[in-house]
């Protein structure tokens, strides 16, 4: 256990689908991110939220709409996905000052 | 802005060879450097850091690196290879007070018996 929880593991949907990703961390930190690791390409940087306010959005579609409630949880909600989008979708959190992130185990999606 | 090149997107060694994987970074001010590791289907774990202390750092699983700002350079060793350090290996690095992380591409570590 890395004390950052990523569900699910694996998701198949569809391209009309919606569905959410979630990630959840106790571990105190307070800024949360979204990476999308797609096969031959770098990480992607998604978004970024520190202290609950979203700081960062890197050019990404709105199809992609992140959520983040309170410092301990975020939320990635999906619809009308692409296949282009199937990828490791990473959580991470970090405490302020660029000390490092805490990974969760990613969420393998599949779009259909 | 700052930015990490990682040379070699595969790198191949014999069990119980040298393993050196290399990292250059681009930074303006002083940076915070980091080593991560990803398994199969994994996420990314943390390997080492530096954030300005010794310049020699000691990570897990007997990784270490080693910070030269002269060559601008943090490039990841070990003194010898097991067949379970076979993964990618992703450098990365950040600036003081600015969480953010930028990642090289990454590095596939191979090892063969």
């Known amino acids: 256990e890395t004390g950052v929880t990523q569900t699910p593991r694996h998701l198949v949907m569809g391209m009309t689908n919606k569905k959410s990703l979630k990630c959840e961390q106790h571990l105190g930190h307070n800024a949360m991110y979204w990476y999308k690791q797609s096969a031959k390409k770098p990480l992607e940087l998604m978004f970024v939220?520190?202290?609950?306010?979203?700081?960062e959005n890197n050019s990404v579609p709105s199809r992609f709409s992140p959520e983040c409630p309170n410092s301990s949880h975020l939320f990635l909600h999906l619809h009308t996905l692409q296949p282009e989008d199937s990828a490791l979708y990473l959580c991470?959190?970090?405490?302020?000052?660029?000390?490092?992130?805490?990974f969760g185990s990613g969420t393998r999606l599949t779009v259909v | 802005a700052q930015s990490v090149t990682q040379l070699g997107s595969h790198v191949s060694v014999s069990e119980g060879a040298l393993v050196l994987l290399r990292c250059n970074y681009s930074?303006?001010?002083?940076?915070?450097l980091f080593w991560y590791v990803q398994y199969p289907n994994q996420g990314l774990q943390l390997l080492l850091k530096?954030?300005?202390?010794?310049?020699l750092v000691k990570g897990i699983n007997g990784f270490e690196a080693e910070f030269k700002k002269s060559e601008t350079s943090f490039h990841l060793t070990k003194p010898s290879a097991h067949m379970s350090d076979a993964a990618e290996y992703f450098c990365?690095?950040?600036?003081?007070?600015?969480?953010?992380?930028?990642f090289g591409k990454g590095t596939m570590l191979l090892v063969s018996p």
């Open positions: 930074s303006s001010v002083p940076p915070y």
């Open positions: 939220y520190s202290l609950e306010e979203r700081v």
């Open positions: 991470a959190s970090s405490p302020r000052g660029g000390d490092g992130y805490t």
């Open positions: 530096y954030t300005s202390a010794a310049t």
């Open positions: 990365a690095v950040s600036v003081l007070g600015y969480s953010t992380l930028t």
